[in-house]
């Protein structure tokens, strides 16, 4: 079983999020990033597992700089088996999804995991677009995934409810939360993680169809009105008239 | 031509695809062309009514493959038929099923893809906007690619049924087969999805025992709201995973989020805060949650939450 991670690094939600001032560029002095959490709790930890079972490989790819290799090696500690870098400063989940499906193109994987969006640009886009590059079925927000032989019984998210279904190995899914619980890394793995293969890959020339005009900041709330508690009438009254809510 | 793919989830045309017939009509309006409709499968009974959104056209590939979901089938018919059609525009909703799609289109038709868009685009450059850092920014993105791929974020806009039905053309396509077999399809029935409900009516840790939730579940049925929860609440089994927004559950809009005995964390504001107006009950004035919110009561949930529910029956009974 070979199996493909893809992890990507996000700013920790606590983060300030602000912008430089023409609002092109994304302020990362003083951010804490950390590994997408859809890709480390889930399709990383239920890659570890199912490798765990039935033998084989799991590898984490990440498209970005050099300063990703901290999550990366978080991805070894966790237990990928080996780790590589296309080195890019991603500009748009286009581009990265032509680099996974080149780098995987070749490399016979039995599964592509990735998480379920990215928490920071909430695209939703990577899966659909590698799945796509490389004609393989593709099974997005799965909270379950079993193996039996080559074929996956996977449970699939979907608007109030999960649908389920059967695919045969290749294919690439996105991991919700349910598919795996999210390890600690123990000492063992952050020793063992230094010394596996981090390989470095040069990105394949893409051109991109979107551009990234401007970043800008919601308009702050105009400040929380505070009903009398004795007094839901009033609140009713706000809802309806002021609010246009009810 | 814009193209609008009006899904229909277990044979019914729902909100999300009148919301995305509304946008693609004021999308051609914007280019002075048509909105078009095209709808997959043998069940969906209520097609016409997408003229009523403005769709001048309603097509339907109505070949039983397509009854069950599979993104790369979906994919390869969508695409022919944009061509076939000759689309400029090709707007999907941003559900399970449309983000499962929107990604292969683009490198399909070899097109710009924007999805949970928010925004109409800006005439020329066909600037849109979405949210992104989970609701702390806002970003413009330009599509430059000679047809553009939109998905339309839930509750974006309101859906505008002032035109009259249309008739329902078949048009033929050939369908690959599919690699996907679904098994089974489990909802709950009778509730209207999270991700589609209109008003939110949430409950945290302040709730104190799982059986304490009777008083959420009243002020949720005399709103006609469905109900959410933050995610201790969830993991500790109180109310079922689906519950569950935030960062880590589901991401809502709803016109009206009820946040009772919830504190606010980042981590459960990372869900809720695009929502258009949000209540928060809470016993402590320091909260972070009222940071966030329009109206604040600052009571015991216990006290507050039964006098709410009344105060709306009697609205109703008004009204
Ligand atoms: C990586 C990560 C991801 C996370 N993802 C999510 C997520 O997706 N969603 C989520 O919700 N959380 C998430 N969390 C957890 C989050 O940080 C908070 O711990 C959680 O939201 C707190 O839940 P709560 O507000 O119900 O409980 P508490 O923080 O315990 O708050 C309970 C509130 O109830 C009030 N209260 C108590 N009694 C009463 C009463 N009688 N009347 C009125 N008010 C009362 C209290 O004043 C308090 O404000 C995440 C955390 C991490 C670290
Ligand atoms: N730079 C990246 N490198 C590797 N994988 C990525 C990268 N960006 C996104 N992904 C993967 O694609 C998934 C969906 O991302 P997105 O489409 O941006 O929401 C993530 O959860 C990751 O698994």
Known sequence: MKILVCISQTPDTTSKISFSADGRTFNEAGVQFIMNPYDEWYALVRACELRESLGGSVTALNVGPAANETTIRKALAIGADEAVRIDAVPPSSAFVAKQIASFAKDHGFDMILLGKETIDYNGSEVGAMVSEHLDLPYVSYASKLDLNGNTATIEREIEGGVEILEVDLPFVASAAKGMAEQRIPNMRGIMSARTKPLNVVAPVPFEDQVETLKFTLPPAKAGVKLVNPEDMDELVRLLHEEAKAI | ?319
């Open chain 2, 1 to 319: 031509m814009v193209l609008v793919f009006a899904e229909s989830p277990r044979g019914q045309i729902k909100k999300t695809a009148f919301e995305a017939v509304t946008y693609g009509k004021k999308v051609a309006d914007q280019l002075g062309t048509s909105c078009v409709a095209v709808v997959l499968g043998t069940n969906a009974a209520n097609a016409g009514e997408l003229g009523k959104y403005g769709a001048s056209k309603v097509l339907q590939v109505a070949d039983a493959a397509l009854n069950d979901f599979d993104s790369q089938t979906y994919t390869a018919v969508l695409a022919d038929v944009a061509k076939q059609q000759g689309a400029k525009v090709v707007v999907l909703c941003h559900t399970s099923t449309g983000k499962a799609i929107a990604g292969r289109l683009s490198v399909r038709l070899g097109a710009g893809l924007v999805s949970g868009v928010n925004s109409l685009p800006e005439t020329g450059t066909f600037s849109v906007r979405k949210s992104v850092f989970s609701g702390k920014a806002i970003v413009d993105y330009s599509i430059k690619s000679d047809v553009k791929i939109v998905s339309l974020m839930g509750n974006a806009v309101r859906p505008d049924a002032s035109g009259s039905p249309v008739s329902i053309e078949n048009i033929s396509v050939s369908v690959p087969a599919g690699r996907i077999r679904v098994k089974s399809v489990k909802t709950q029935e009778g509730t209207v999805p999270l991700p589609e409900a209109e008003i939110v009516v949430s409950a945290g840790r302040g709730m104190k025992e799982p059986t304490n939730w009777g008083i959420v579940e009243d002020l949720a049925n005399t709103l006609g709201a469905t109900t959410a929860c933050s995610r201790p609440v969830a993991d500790s089994g109180w109310r079922p995973h689906h519950e569950h927004v935030g960062q880590t559950g589901i991401a809502i809009r709803p016109n009206l989020y009820i946040a009772i005995g919830i504190s606010g964390a980042i981590q459960h504001l990372a869900g809720v805060n695009n929502s258009k107006v949000i209540v928060v009950i809470n016993k402590d004035a320091e909260a972070p949650f009222f940071k966030a919110a329009d109206y604040g009561v600052v009571g015991d949930l216990f006290e507050v939450v039964p006098r709410l529910t009344e105060a709306i029956k009697k609205f109703k009974a008004a009204h």
